[in-house]
């Protein structure tokens, strides 16, 4: 087999793939992804997936919105131009920091989701013009897909894994 290749395995129902996943992960063998139409809910622990650090970012991203608006207002309506409205008093950020919490608020919740999905953009590499890596069209319709790469499974051989795979109820399996 050629270097780079990957094992797939076919399923056309996501119990039958948790349940086969369970059995190959309780065999020895690691898998390396999984592709499906909707989320799998369970299969990441079956399979060991790294939890996403996405929340991290979001975080960081909605630091960034509450300062920028709190250094923006700060800017806007007390240094550049102090506006009398309201009788509020028009020189401290303090005093004036209940009338400004809405547009903070607004501006950190706008900044945390645009920073997350430009992030999850990125991070995945979908822009447009960019070739789907999901290894056949049927796992973005009804069926899903597991990934095994044999260079991760060294102590089975590539016919060990397809047997193992057909064994644990896939509908087609090949490499890609």
């Known amino acids: 087999m050629a270097e780079g290749l990957k094992i797939y395995g076919l399923y056309n129902d996501d119990d039958i793939l948790k349940q086969g996943a369970k059995t190959l992960v309780d065999k020895g063998i690691k898998v390396s992804d999984v592709y499906s139409p909707f989320p799998v ?28 608006a709190l250094l923006g207002m700060r800017f806007f309506m007390i240094a550049d131009w102090p506006m009398n409205i309201g009788g509020k008093p028009s020189f401290d950020l303090y005093q004036n920091l ?64 397809f047997s193992l795979l057909k064994d644990s109820g896939t509908v087609e399996t090949f490499e890609k």
């Open 98 to 161: 209940p009338a400004f919490i809405p547009i903070t608020f607004e501006f950190t919740v706008l900044c945390a989701a645009h920073g997350m999905a430009i992030t999850y953009f990125v991070r995945n590499w979908t822009f447009p013009g960019v070739e789907a890596r999901n290894p056949h069209p049927r796992t973005t319709d009804d069926h899903f897909a597991l990934e095994i790469t044999p260079s991760e499974n060294k102590k089975f051989s590539t016919d060990e894994i």
């Open 41 to 68: 809910h369970g299969i990441e622990n079956i399979i060991g997936m790294k939890w996403t650090r996405i929340a991290i970012t979001a975080f960081m991203y909605g630091l960034t919105g509450l300062a920028l």
